[in-house]
Nanobody, 124 residues
Framework: QVQLVESGGGLVQAGGSLRLSCRDS????????MGWFRQAPGKEREFVAA????????YYSEAMKGRFTISRDNAKNTVNLQMNNLKPEDTAVYFC?????????????????WGQGTQVTVSS
């Protein structure tokens, strides 16, 4: 059974940093791409970043490129999202998701399992 649990969210001032982590309780973590999405109040869920099975291919939303870094540790069944230079518009609930293939994707339909999310709030 796959269970994804995010951690690391919180309140930070604009310009600050946070590191989100997501742990997969399943046994096949290293066989699937992982992704991060976010959803702000009143908005659609949007793609943030994705990483292929061995971490060799990374995908980022243009809005986050250069500020966010996705990484994974297959030995620990964990995917991380380092977020730097945070802006108030980054305020959202952040979700990790497990892909349905080895390759990352910006489409939420390519992910089969989702965590419950962790709140990130950036104050101005």
């Amino acid at each position: 059974q796959v269970q994804l649990v995010e951690s690391g969210g919180g309140l930070v001032q604009a310009g600050g940093s946070l590191r989100l982590s997501c742990r997969d309780s399943g046994r096949t973590f290293s066989s699937y791409a992982m992704g991060w999405f976010r959803q702000a109040p009143g908005k659609e869920r949007e793609f943030v970043a994705a990483i292929s099975v061995k971490g060799g291919t990374l995908y980022y939303s243009e809005a986050m490129k250069g500020r966010f870094t996705i990484s994974r540790d297959n030995a620990k069944n964990t995917v991380n999202l380092q977020m730097n230079n945070l802006k108030p518009e980054d305020t959202a609930v952040y979700f990790c998701a497990r892909g349905t293939s080895m390759y990352g994707s910006a489409s939420s339909s390519d992910y089969g399992y989702w965590g419950q999310g962790t709140q990130v709030t950036v104050s101005s």
